[in-house]
């Protein structure tokens, strides 16, 4: 089997003065103690996890090889960086995470012998598809079910409600208008809880969390996967949403670049991984429903999963991606 051509690179650039960016590692290092990977990294390294499991062969940023090489199709991951930094004769499968929006590279398809782009999700796909046509799919990263396993039935779940807060923008209207609704409901309802801010914590803690959690509340603007919710349904742990629909707020583009709507904070989800609300009027509702659900047997969130999310079917979904784009011509009809 030919192996495929991966690449990947994590952004590193000067911030403030030329070569800053060496110091300020450093400073990193000492302050958050040793890097963990960002979400971007983790598409790459569990994209590796799956292939390996699959016995699929895989080059990793063997630039000498794709130079040598050049009708060899080769797979760009995460940021520009990357794509940019190689004068790239090959013809290409990029992403998910290279663009947030089409509007971020005009001159992409002129620049580069593009085959196919990867976006997360299926409204990203919607979304770009507006400038990109035939040329973009969706496709999620697997998630690790081996760790991201429920515990033992011996370990105590004493933990009524994990609150997990992704509210990223605006947050003067968006805490008092729907994170503050839900630390009134838990205190009526009298449940113990658990708060975990995106940004801020560790996921070796998050990981613990789970393990002593009895659903979550999962307050997101938007997700183009979400990974963190999907770790969550793969521990067992059922989860009450937000998902207003609505646009896409990302203060990069909107509202004076781009308006595109609906998205969502769960794309990728069925009934079996919980409940979701649209307003912090729909809470009460959402955990007597949730309850209900869960009395009648009707809540299984890692079946969820496994049937769709884990490292080797996201993998296999991949390799048919690379073969697809392997046996298409490029954007420019090459």
Known sequence: MIPLNLFYQEPNEDRWFPLD????????RLVRGPRRPGGQERVFLNLMAGLTRLG??????????ARKNPSEL?????????????????????????????????????????????VPGEWMRTMCAEAWGDRVFSWPIGIDTDYWSPPSPSVVRDIDVLVYDKLRWDRERAVPELLDPVF??????RLNHEVVRYGHYDPVAYRMLLGRSRCMVFLC???????????????GVPIIALDHGGAWKDPSYYPKKVLFSPVSSVPYWDDRCGVR??????????FDRLALLQAAGQIDPRSYIIENLTLEKCAARFVEHVREAENSVDATGV
């Not at 960016?21 to 990193?28: E, L, T």
Request: glycine share 4%.
């Open 21 to 28: 960016r060496y110091p300020r590692r450093i400073v990193r």
């Open 56 to 65: 699929i062969p895989f080059r990793v940023n063997a630039l000498r090889y």
């Open 74 to 118: 080769c797979c760009v991951l995460g940021k520009r960086c990357m794509l940019d930094r190689f004068a790239w004769q090959n013809p290409l499968l990029i992403g998910p995470c290279i663009h947030d929006h089409p509007i971020s590279d005009p001159d992409l398809f002129r620049r580069r012998r593009i085959r196919r782009i990867l």
């Open 184 to 189: 009134a409901e838990i205190k009526k309802r």
């Open 221 to 235: 603007e938007h997700e183009t996967q979400g990974l963190a919710y999907q770790e969550a349904l793969s521990f």
């Open 277 to 286: 609300f649209s307003h912090s009027a729909e809470l009460p509702a959402a």
